[in-house]
């Protein structure tokens, strides 16, 4: 039960952070959502057994993401939204075209990490291409979702229209993730697809739970 009591720990540091760069201001809040997104990246090769079943290590990063984007629009608006997804596609680019300018330099014979490098690197370009599409998709698809249900369920709390608005979006992340990033790549892709999505759930959960007393950690720019 090493990587589920791991794991659980990894879902409650991500919120600990997601709250405190809420604590810092909308800036820290930008920053965290876009090093999620890169981290959900670079992360998403490695498998691990989570009760019994064939697994990526990364769905808390897709899921804190979408936990701090919410925070962001709850507290200081859509237009601040739209305006990190640019910025999370930016700096997503970036990092993906540095990452192949760095395997196209010649190694040195004394270097020995050419190797790992490509391997981790050289299929970055498809998961990025794949993240890029799906990635803004489903943010785009949480935010009108969220701003949906803030305008026309004014009785819904906060916490209520992070699980619904992040259910969904999350359900589409990973099936067309999965398929458009992971097929061919990872072993067992129903498990990662059905059990990704189960642990997404969880994760949510969590997240709704964070979200009742997110007001304490607002920065004085949103009062």
Known sequence: MFNEALFSCHVLIVLIFSLGCLKIGKKALVAFIALQAFLANLFVLKQIDLFKFTVTATDVFTVGSLFSFNLLQE????DEAKNTIKITFVLLLFATVMGQLHLFYAPSVLD????????LLSIMPRLAISSFLIFFLCQYLDMRIFSFLKKRAKGLSFSSRTFLSMSISQFFDTLLFSFFALYGVVSHIWHIVFISYAIKLVVI?????????????LPQEAL
């Open 205 to 217: 959960s969590f997240n709704s739970l964070f979200c009742r007393f997110s007001k304490r950690f």
């Open 112 to 119: 020995t990490m050419q190797p790992h490098y490509h391997g």
């Open 75 to 78: 507290y200081f608006g859509k």
